[in-house]
């Protein structure tokens, strides 16, 4: 195990906690990473346990990768059992770890050595750990994993929803936020219409304390979102954030090649339609027929990651029981389907992948934008429908609005495959998304692209404070 203290200088020393699901453990390894690299000691701290096996397959390799990286385990206290308010894993992983910064995570900040700088940390231990760390006087700076447009009514809700009753009702058409383009109600989380659900009071406990941080870095960039950035930054959305900072895409860690590269090497260019729905979202039974049958009716390569339930480990349905030999048999020399973690950035990154057909979870959103690649949007939960909103009005994707959210219909095999050919024969949106990838680029291109200068400043700054 590195220790910090084998660094020697006047690096800033920060630590990175990060949340629940590879969704926010992903893009906080790479945050640890592009601090690493830019001169910071880092401190990685590694909850424990887990709720996937893919997370904790992924901190090891991380560590492995990354030696010089300090590693401080942080063993969270049992988790609560299911309640009918709070039955999702990642959710009472996510209350479990909140109520063990309260009473375990402080000594172990106060041991680490160097004095830590910074903290940077997941949204959602926001209320938990700001009270320690203004103990402690220590910056903290909040990691968003969503899009600015979802952070923006994060950060609004508490005055959207008060006294236990939301301040918009289901028959209204918008939502308003000043600062931002009215949000259409269709696009806010169900779950926001009901504040006692533990969804919603966590995130206005935790948006609650927004204020509070020293930053707030997202995973966009400068021209992607430069409304809602100018909104944020600005005072219109809220009159007391902190400096909201764009930083992404974030840039990918080195990670072992992929197995499905070599199948991808043998595909023509730009020919393949990649199908993932990040880590935690699993298809009923006769979606995951209806999209076998989509993909076949497309006419189109494909290679599609598989997941039938919420967590891998439990995730042990065969794929030929969940969609038949015959379907198996047809597809052999056409597409693939995986029921394991791949690699997506290195998936999203070669040349045959021409269409990404995915749940828009924000991290998903920025690797396509990262490697230009299109995107048909089908968003299920949360967050996903304001994203799909952002990828729409970025140009570089498509959203079928009537597919509904995760549950509520099984969309036919007919719609998901004419959805796919168009997907993949649509010039203007590949046109857009290589110029999204153009702009990506240029975010850290050098010392001036906005993502660069963004990073560098909160290094720089903390630097200076040493
Ligand atoms: N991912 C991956 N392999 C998989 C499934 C997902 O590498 O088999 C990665 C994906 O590249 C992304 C993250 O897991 O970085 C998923 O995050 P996202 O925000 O897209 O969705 P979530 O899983 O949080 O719903
Ligand atoms: N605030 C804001 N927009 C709102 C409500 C609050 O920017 O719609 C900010 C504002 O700067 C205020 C702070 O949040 O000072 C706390 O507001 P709150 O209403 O919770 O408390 P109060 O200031 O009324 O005690
Ligand atoms: N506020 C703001 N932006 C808003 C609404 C309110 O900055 O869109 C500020 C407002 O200036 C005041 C504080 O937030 O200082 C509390 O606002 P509000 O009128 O909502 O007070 P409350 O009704 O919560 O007492």
């Given at each position: 195990m590195a220790n910090a203290d084998d660094f020697s200088g006047k690096s800033p020393h920060v630590a990175v906690l990060p949340g629940a699901g590879m969704g926010h453990l992903t893009p906080a390894l790479r945050l640890a990473a592009m601090l690493s690299s830019r001169g910071c000691l880092v401190t990685l701290i590694a909850v424990k346990p887990t709720v996937s096996a893919a997370e904790s397959t992924t901190i090891s390799n991380f560590f492995s990768t990354y030696p010089h990286i300090n590693r401080l385990d942080f063993e969270i206290l049992p988790r609560k059992p299911p309640s009918s308010t709070n039955d999702d894993p990642f959710f009472i992983q996510f209350e479990a770890i909140?109520?063990?910064?309260?009473?375990?995570?402080?000594p172990l900040l106060l041991s680490s050595s160097p004095p830590l700088s910074a903290i940077f940390s997941d949204?959602?231990?926001?209320?938990?750990?700001?009270?320690?760390?203004?103990?402690?006087?220590?910056?903290?700076?909040?990691?968003?994993?969503?899009?600015?447009?979802?952070?923006?009514?994060?950060?609004?809700?508490?005055?959207?929803?008060?006294?236990?009753?939301?301040k918009f009702s289901e028959s209204d058409d918008y939502v308003h936020i000043p600062g931002l383009s009215p949000l259409p109600l269709s696009t806010i989380p169900p779950p926001f219409f009901n504040p006692t659900l533990f969804f919603t009071s966590f995130a206005i406990s935790n948006a609650l304390f927004l204020p509070k941080a020293k930053g707030i870095l997202v995973n966009t960039f400068e021209r992607f979102e430069p409304d809602t950035l100018a909104a944020l930054n600005n005072g219109r959305v809220l009159s007391n954030l902190p400096p909201v900072h764009p930083i992404g895409p974030l840039e990918p860690y080195k990670l072992e090649k992929g197995e499905q590269l070599s199948w991808l090497d043998d595909q023509s260019v730009i020919s393949v339609v990649y199908v993932c729905f990040g880590n935690r979202t699993a298809m009923s039974k006769d979606q995951i027929r209806e999209l076998g049958d989509g993909l076949e009716r497309s006419g189109c390569p494909f290679l599609w990651v598989l997941k039938s339930s919420k967590v891998d480990k439990e995730d042990t349905e065969e794929i030929e029981d969940l969609l038949g030999d015959?379907?198996?048999?047809?597809?052999?020399?056409?597409?693939?389907?995986?029921?394991?973690?791949?690699?997506?950035?290195?998936?999203?990154?070669?040349?045959?992948?021409?269409?990404?057909?995915?749940?828009?979870?924000?991290?998903?959103?920025?690797?396509?934008?990262?490697?230009?690649?299109?995107?048909?949007?089908?968003?299920?939960?949360?967050?996903q429908r304001v994203i799909s909103e952002v990828v729409e009005n970025a140009g570089f994707g498509v959203w079928v609005r009537d597919w509904g959210w995760g549950g509520e219909r099984v969309v036919k095999g007919e719609e998901i495959g004419e959805k796919v050919k168009q997907l993949m024969s649509d010039e203007k949106l590949r046109n857009r998304a290589m110029e999204v990838e153009e702009e990506a680029r240029k975010a850290f291109q050098d010392a001036n692209g906005s993502s660069e200068k963004a990073l560098m400043g909160i290094i720089e700054t903390l630097r200076l404070a040493e």
């Open positions: 909140s109520r063990s910064v309260v009473h375990l995570l402080k949204f959602t231990v926001s209320m938990t750990l700001t009270p320690i760390l203004e103990e402690l006087c220590i910056p903290n700076y909040v990691l968003s994993v969503t899009c600015a447009r979802f952070l923006s009514l994060l950060a609004y809700l508490p005055y959207l929803i008060n006294e236990n009753s939301p015959s379907f198996l048999e047809r597809i052999k020399n056409r597409g693939i389907v995986v029921k394991a973690w791949v690699n997506q950035e290195q998936i999203l990154a070669h040349p045959a992948i021409g269409g990404f057909v995915s749940h828009a979870g924000w991290n998903s959103v920025m690797e396509a934008a990262r490697y230009g690649v299109p995107l048909l949007a089908w968003p299920l939960h949360g967050d």
